[in-house]
């Protein structure tokens, strides 16, 4: 990976950081929120000029909320960008083997039985490794263990998940905003507290993501002559997909169902730096954190002081840019 490129996606990420920082009701003065970031730094002793509100503001609230867009876009981008690598479809995307439907099912559960919203983020994590869980066995099951098997049992598991998911809202209809609500995706968290708890799924996830990026080249000409290259196909797919979940379910956990990063970013990336998962894989997780706290800085203003959930934002443009996608698709796949 070039130093250009990274210097490029540092750059973006920290202008985004510091815009979703800023941006927002109660302004806040850009250069005071840089002093009063770098006055975190030991030895460091600025004057940010921010009042005890606006300093609580900035670290209770709106840094918060920037540190988790980052972390939930550039898991979501890196494990979109490993299942195209893995499946060789470049439109595969981290819900792909039926982790949302499972994550929506925990969900549900967790407001319609448990009435206890401090177990939606466990429940609507098991729910989508379980799904997941359930696509991988099926498709292993079914004569020649290749990525199509694995793409159609995860169609049917997220059919099936989809379907006791309607039967539980229908029957508890007194939730189904609730529900609907965080099907949407949301990005509001309360303190850090959530951002401790993804954090470690989200390193180890990507840390392997990064471990794999050649082999997953490797992959992109295909399982025989990988297999003929000494590469173990099916071990390095069994990794890759549950790490890529893993770091899915976690994020999805506690922001909701958020669809079209995995897709965008990782595209974005190819357009820009090629096709060289060395380049896709790190590259994925830097654009995708800027990505999506681009995306929630444009849910919090385009309709204030109302706020417009971020799946609605995310899917307004990753919907023409997949079918774009769609219609220009060139190259090794």
């Known amino acids: 990976m070039g130093w250009k490129a990274l210097t490029i996606s540092m750059i973006v990420v920290g202008a985004s950081a510091l815009l979703g920082s800023v941006v927002g009701a109660a302004g806040l003065e850009p250069m005071a929120v840089i002093r009063a970031l770098l006055d975190l730094i030991p030895g460091v002793d600025l004057e940010s000029g921010l009042s005890e509100v606006q300093r609580n503001i900035l670290f209770e609230i709106r840094l918060p909320r920037v540190v988790l867009g980052a972390i939930v876009g550039g898991v979501l981008a890196v494990a979109g960008a490993a299942y195209q690598g893995v499946f060789r479809n470049p439109l595969a ?108 799924y989200a390193l180890v996830a990507t840390i392997v993501l990064f471990g794999a990026r050649r082999l997953l080249d490797v992959l992109s000409i295909g399982d025989d002559e990988a297999g003929a290259l000494g590469v173990r196909v099916g071990r390095v797919r069994a990794v890759v997909i549950v790490a890529a979940t893993l770091a899915t379910a ?57 706020e417009l959930p971020i799946g609605v934002v995310t899917a307004f443009l990753g919907a023409p840019f997949f079918l774009l996608v769609l219609r220009t698709m060139k190259g090794p796949t």
């Open 93 to 200: 995307d981290p819900y792909l083997l039926g982790v949302a439907a499972g994550a929506g099912l925990g969900a549900t559960f967790a407001f319609v039985v448990t009435e206890d919203t401090t177990w939606l983020a466990p429940l609507a994590f098991v729910g989508g490794m379980a799904a997941v869980a359930v696509t991988y066995a099926l498709g292993r099951s079914v004569g020649r263990r290749s990525a199509t098997s694995l793409i159609l049992a995860g169609v049917a598991v997220a059919a099936f998940a989809t379907a006791f998911q309607t039967y539980l809202q229908q029957r508890n209809v007194d939730t189904f905003r609730e529900v609907y609500a965080w099907i949407l995706g949301r990005l509001n968290t309360v303190g850090w507290g959530e951002i401790v708890g993804l954090l470690p």
């Open 250 to 306: 976690a994020a999805v956990s506690v922001s909701g169902l958020i669809g079209f990063v995995g897709i965008i970013v990782p595209h974005t990336v190819r357009l820009l730096f090629g096709w060289s998962y060395r380049v896709i894989i790190p590259l994925s997780v830097l654009f995708g954190a800027a990505f999506l706290m681009l995306a929630d800085i444009v849910a919090r203003t385009v309709v204030s002081p109302a």
